[in-house]
């Protein structure tokens, strides 16, 4: 398009407001829309890192805000171009993903910057997980865990990546870590004790399991006859002495 065209726009539910509409304005359930654009003016918007640092947080937060929008409506694919996308803007050139960071020493508008960017990030791994990516959330949070290490929301959320994936043990040490750092947080307690309990039956099962394929439960069950049997005599013996 150029400065000052209009043009007419048919678009497909898919590309607008999807399968649950618009309460305001009024947009029906997989509604076709014909729309009119005009287009005004024209810029070419600098890379993101070239933005000053306000402005670079206001991005950050309307993306940010774009993906709730999304995601409240059960639009996790589209919460997740949101909330990546507001995670790339509130990126900086200080900021080594690659390493932990203590982020306290830094300048402390970077340290509200990095802020915003743990939350868009637990926000995108959250989606992630709703949207059954597994290995892209995993991803997500590790990212999270270099910026804030002790991420509460970071670690819980990874927890349940682990349980997905199945690896059960580091699941437990997560939550452990979870519930001893937070101690507040009932939600992690509950979860890891039912991990341990669900981990001791499922102990009981293999070894019950293992001594029926090796013949034991058979001798066992015979040496408890056995010993019954031995008791029983003896206590029959006891009583004839007894009554002479």
Do not use: C
């Not at 810029?43 to 937060?61: F, K, T």
């Not at 995670?87 to 390493?99: F, N």
Request: hydrophobic share 35%.
């Amino acid at each position: 398009m150029n400065v000052n065209e209009v043009v007419e726009v048919i678009t497909e539910s898919d590309f607008m407001y999807g399968d649950e509409g618009l309460d305001s304005p009024p947009v029906p359930p997989k509604a076709t829309l014909q729309l009119k654009l005009h287009l005004i003016d024209s810029v070419v918007p600098p890379p993101n890192l070239d933005l000053p640092l306000e402005e670079r947080m206001a991005l950050g937060a309307r993306k940010k805000e774009r993906g709730t929008f999304w995601y409240n409506r059960g639009e996790y694919q589209m919460a997740i171009f949101g909330y990546r996308k507001a995670s790339q803007i509130l990126d900086d050139a200080e900021i080594d993903i690659e390493v932990p960071i203590e982020r306290h020493t830094l300048p402390l508008p970077l340290q509200l910057l990095i802020k915003e960017r743990i939350n868009a990030l637990n926000n995108l791994a959250q989606a992630q997980m709703k949207n059954n990516s597994w290995e892209s959330s995993l991803a997500t949070l590790n990212q999270v865990l270099r910026l804030d290490p002790n991420n509460e929301k970071a670690l819980f959320r990874k927890s349940k990546v682990f349980l997905q994936q199945g690896r059960e043990s580091e699941a437990i040490g997560l939550l452990r870590r979870v519930t001893r750092l937070y101690t507040r947080n009932t939600v992690a307690k509950s979860e890891l004790n039912k991990l341990l309990e669900n981990r001791k039956k499922s102990r009981i099962h293999e070894e019950r399991l293992s001594k029926k394929m090796l013949g034991l439960d058979k001798y066992e069950e015979e040496l408890l006859k056995s010993r019954s049997r031995f008791f029983n005599r003896a206590n029959l013996k006891s009583g004839l002495v007894y009554f002479g």
